[in-house]
């Protein structure tokens, strides 16, 4: 029987909300003097609220919510969820950063943490002195962290810079360092926040390489958090998924993903924004609604191999800006982006002559692979350097089998593109 390494019991986390800003002493004065007579924050840019300028029902915020769970020794667990689930916060709560509200957290071992850049480490010491720390801090020995100090080193590529502070590294180098000491020094759990999505492409294939090794090789824990879920599925064979503040799934991670790539998924083929909509950019021109249909201009969101997507996009335009450049991009249920297209791919230019105007694109027999697909919508100027509005995740759609191009039932998760060849014998 395998040994329980965590615990959860009824974990919950409130937060209150600040009542002050972070300026000087008098911008903190004024603005608890504004509160007082029930007046807006003075400091509050136009356009802009916070929770010192709208009332909501309370003062408080639960981060996490009964959360409930065991890890067993060895396991490699991924913990996904939308931003503002909670998964940053549980981590903190397993490393002893901070403590739950109501509740009991249990662990049995050493708990290694990278929880995001620049923790664990004293700025004013050197790389080498920092390994020794942490090692210190897990309750290694001198001659113990001695033994691991060459292969920390050689892992984390920052052997000209070892003995300078650390305080001079960038932030790649900071995240090299910290997973090496992380990763090689002995404890009995590790624990990974998304840190790793500062590390360039090659460091990252490292890091999952030998998070795989501490898991099945060495048969330490794991918890790993990362909005990667092509990452999550390579390394974890158990998903936790989050949703405002609650334990939503906790089972098989294929499940897991399944479950996560639901969670604020619309079910309908037109979506209208409005001022609920999560939105960045500046404003001077916003979406004001998409749709998709297929080629027999039929509103749907399931589609089969082969079939053609029409997308109808709605804009309006706030400023004087006479042309514009727009951007969508395709993604799979696994956040991967699968490709992007814009306008002027196709010699086409966006010249706004009234203030709403409708675009339609047309993607001809589209080969996706069944499964669920998300669009991600930007608005800028035509160099791209000035965002007018941007939507992640505007619309979804779904293909959902073979169509005409074959009766053979495709599994999910073999690829991303159906190729249809021509064969001979020779």
């Known amino acids: 029987m395998s040994k329980v390494v965590i615990k959860a019991e009824d974990i919950s986390k409130q937060y209150r909300l600040g009542l002050v800003g972070t300026g000087t002493i008098k911008d903190d004065m004024k603005r608890w003097w504004y509160k007082m007579r029930g007046a807006e924050d003075p400091f509050l840019k136009i356009g802009e609220t916070n929770d010192r300028s709208s009332k909501g029902t309370s003062d408080y915020v639960w981060s996490l919510q009964n959360i409930n769970f065991e890890i067993n020794q060895g396991d490699s667990v991924g913990i996904i969820g939308r931003n503002g689930a909670g998964k940053s916060t549980l981590l903190k709560i ?30 004013e010491l050197t ?26 080193i050689a892992f984390s590529g920052v052997e000209r810079y070892i003995d300078t502070p650390v305080k001079r590294y960038s932030s790649g180098m900071y995240v090299r360092l910290a997973f090496a000491v992380a990763a090689h020094l002995e404890s009995e759990i590790l624990i990974v926040d998304e840190v790793l999505a500062v590390g360039d492409a090659d460091f990252q294939k490292k890091c999952l390489g030998k998070m795989n090794d501490v898991s099945k090789g060495e048969g330490r824990t794991v918890l790993f958090v990362s909005h990667n879920m092509a990452a999550v599925k390579s390394l974890c ?25 639901d969670i604020g998924k619309s079910s309908d083929y037109k979506v209208v924004f409005d001022a609920s909509t999560k939105r960045n950019g500046n404003g001077k021109m916003q979406f004001q609604s998409i749709e998709i249909s297929n080629q027999h201009d039929k509103l749907t969101q399931d589609f089969s191999i082969g079939d053609d997507i029409k997308i109808k996009i709605k804009i309006k335009n706030f400023s004087k800006e006479l042309k514009s450049e727009m951007s969508i991009q ?40 069944p499964g669920t697909y998300s669009l991600n919508i930007v608005s800028s100027n035509t160099t791209g350097h000035e965002i007018f509005d941007e939507i992640n995740n505007a619309l979804y759609f779904e293909i959902i089998d073979g169509g005409n191009y074959t009766s053979r039932k495709l599994p999910r998760s073999v690829g991303m593109f159906f190729l249809n060849p021509t064969w001979k014998k020779k």
Do not use: C, W
């Open 237 to 261: 064979t158990r998903g936790i998924v989050l949703e405002n503040g609650t334990l939503k799934f906790d089972g098989g991670v294929d499940d897991a993903l399944t479950i996560y790539s």
């Open 127 to 152: 790389g080498r002195e920092n390994i020794f720390l942490n090692g210190a801090i897990l309750g290694m020995r001198k001659h113990e962290i001695a033994r691991k100090l060459d292969e920390i």
């Open 330 to 369: 395709v993604l799979s249920s696994e956040e991967m982006p699968i490709f992007h297209i814009m306008p002027r791919d196709s010699g086409f230019e966006l010249n706004h002559d009234n203030e709403e105007e409708d675009y339609e694109l047309i993607l001809k027999d589209v080969r996706l692979y």
């Open 94 to 123: 397993l490393s002893q950063v901070t403590q739950p509200t109501t509740g009991k957290i249990y662990t049995k071992g050493r708990i290694a943490s990278l929880l995001e850049v620049g923790t664990g480490f004293h700025p």
